[in-house]
T-cell receptor
Framework: AQSVTQLDSHVSVSEGTPVLLRCNYS??????LFWYVQHPNKGLQLLLK??????LVKGINGFEAEFKKSETSFHLTKPSAHMSDAAEYFC????????????FGTGTQLKVEL | ETGVTQTPRHLVMGMTNKKSLKCEQH?????MYWYKQSAKKPLELMFV???????ENNSVPSRFSPECPNSSHLFLHLHTLQPEDSALYLC????????????FGSGTRLTVV
């Protein structure tokens, strides 16, 4: 069985300050992990993915995430927030080897203030 | 565009209507999915097609009927819906049994009146 927990339902930051969106997972096997972003009235866009290669993963728009097996975490970070980063972010886990079962977190709404 | 196209973008229908949502992917993927996204709720997986066969049906009411005529196209046929079926319906595709993520379409915003 696998699960993913996004620890914050809402995060608010000022423009130009760092972003940290937290995600913890549990999985019986070595998982693949993803972060998706959803802007209002849009579909989900893949930000980055971890698939058992380098533990520090760089994604689009300056985001990155670090896979920490000992902490079962995959937190999403960005050094400097931009107004366009305001959106909902989903942490997702998929079992190693693929399979058709993605497990989604409940999402974190990121607000960026001037 | 992500490579997964959903039409229509918006749909308003009465409870006695019959309508269909369409999804098309040009990524060469062999698995396609329907998800329902309601306000304040987690994403719900509705149906999975892998190699054009339905491999998962998550206790979805029979008023939702999927169809996958080939690996590039996926439909969701709707009839006698209820107001609580109003939601964003997302289609996704992937390469089955590979470790990569899904590619999502932009969704169809459905309102049942």
């Amino acid at each position: 069985a696998q699960s993913v927990t996004q620890l914050d339902s809402h995060v608010s930051v000022s423009e130009g300050t760092p972003v940290l969106l937290r995600c913890n997972y549990s999985s019986s096997y070595s998982p693949s992990l993803f972060w998706y972003v959803q802007h209002p009235n849009k579909g989900l866009q893949l930000l980055l993915k971890y698939t058992s290669a380098a533990t520090l993963v760089k994604g689009i728009n300056g985001f990155e995430a670090e896979f920490k097996k000992s902490e079962t975490s995959f937190h999403l970070t960005k050094p400097s927030a931009h107004m366009s980063d305001a959106a909902e972010y989903f942490c997702v886990v998929r079992p190693t080897g693929g399979g058709n079962k993605l497990t989604f977190g409940t999402g974190t709404q990121l607000k960026v203030e001037l | 565009e992500t490579g997964v196209t959903q039409t229509p973008r918006h749909l308003v229908m009465g409870m006695t209507n019959k309508k269909s949502l369409k999804c098309e992917q040009h990524l060469g993927h062999n698995a396609m999915y329907w998800y329902k996204q309601s306000a304040k709720k987690p994403l719900e997986l509705m149906f999975v097609y892998s190699l054009e066969e339905r491999v998962e049906n998550n206790s979805v009411p029979s008023r939702f009927s999927p169809e996958c005529p080939n690996s590039s196209h996926l439909f969701l046929h709707l009839h006698t819906l209820q107001p609580e079926d109003s939601a964003l319906y997302l289609c996704a595709s992937s390469q089955a049994d590979r470790a990569g993520g899904y590619t999502f379409g932009s969704g169809t915003r459905l309102t049942v009146v």
